[in-house]
């Protein structure tokens, strides 16, 4: 991606390259685009210190008078929120907004956990850089403390949903399981999970804070990872209990960009083409929470 290349991704509804509209374009691109920015970096993402501080910012009732500048963003629909926008008291309220009953129904097959931009890495080596050219940790350092059992020599297949600012903010089970053991909190850096941030910080699913859940399936285990990012103060787990239905709330994300990255192992979903192919060429796809992204394998 160079310098002032847009962020696109295919809507699927339409099937066209869309130009991402970028909260705090002109900040992202100074923090990784420039040198000054770079220098900035043990300050600005090397621990919770910023992010924090952007928590209580936007935890407070003055946050509020930023609402309307969020909401009117392509790709915020606020017509789906609970309530209606002036009744939200503060900005992360806002931010982390349940929907209307029947705004996001949940699919057959495996659904995606989230809002976001999907992207699939199928087949991939557990010892191997993880997601991009240029990486340098592999796909089992994101998973650690937790790797999986064999992870060492594993193939996987990984669906990477990209959260942006303006997308609900909530995420959600794919498909019935049950989990045995609590989630796994790992520490870590904030940076960005923006593609302008990512490109030249590749290793950044290993590096930021997240939370890791393995997910007992009907097609084998499944891992659920919740990844922090610039600006996100808080990764919140709202489930409770071992046994979990499809579409269940699992939990949320305060302010900023963040990702869910749903693991299996290889072959045991068959992935919608579309996603698969678009994938293929490098672009994300756009998908709703609850919208079925897959199938399992032995299911045609």
């Known amino acids: ?5 847009p962020v696109e991704y295919v809507d ?9 509209t970028v909260m705090g374009d002109r900040a992202l691109r100074f923090a990784y685009r420039t040198l000054a920015g770079r220098l900035l970096w043990p300050l600005l ?5 910023v992010s924090a501080m952007l928590g209580r910012k936007f935890d407070s009732p003055s946050s509020a ?6 909401a009117s963003l ?9 309530k209606p926008v002036p009744e939200y008291a503060t900005f992360n309220e806002f931010f982390t907004r349940r929907l209307k009953p029947g705004a996001r ?11 976001g931009r999907i992207s699939l890495h199928l087949g991939a080596d557990a010892g191997a850089p993880f997601p991009l050219k240029g990486a340098k940790r592999a796909l089992r350092d994101v998973f650690a403390p937790s790797a999986p059992p064999g992870a060492a020599g594993g193939l996987f297949d990984i669906a990477v949903v990209r959260l942006a600012p303006v997308d609900y903010h909530r995420f959600h089970f794919p498909c019935d399981c049950s989990t045995p053991e609590p989630p796994v909190a790992v520490p870590g850096t904030y940076h960005s999970v923006n593609p302008l941030a990512v490109a030249l910080r590749p290793d950044v699913y290993a590096m930021n804070e997240r939370q890791i859940l393995r997910c007992e399936t009907a097609f084998g285990d499944l891992w659920l990872v919740e990844v922090g990012a610039f600006g996100v103060g808080t ?14 709330e699992k939990g949320y994300f305060k302010f900023g960009g963040s990702t869910v990255i ?6 045991a979903l068959e992935f919608d083409a579309d996603i698969a192919a678009n994938s293929a060429q490098g672009l994300e796809t756009k998908v709703l929470c609850g919208e079925r992204i897959a199938v399992p394998a032995a299911r045609k």
């Open 1 to 5: 991606m160079g310098k002032d290349d």
């Open 12 to 20: 699927r509804r339409t099937g066209r390259r869309t130009v991402e």
């Open 45 to 49: 993402f090397g621990g919770r210190t």
């Open 65 to 70: 008078k930023k609402i309307p500048a969020l």
């Open 74 to 82: 392509p790709g915020c629909n606020p017509g789906e929120a609970e």
């Open 105 to 115: 129904p949940v699919g057959d097959g495996v659904t995606s956990p989230a809002d």
């Open 235 to 248: 990764i919140c787990q709202t489930f409770s209990g071992p046994k979990h239905a499809k579409g269940e």
């Open 262 to 267: 749903m693991a299996t192992r290889a072959g």
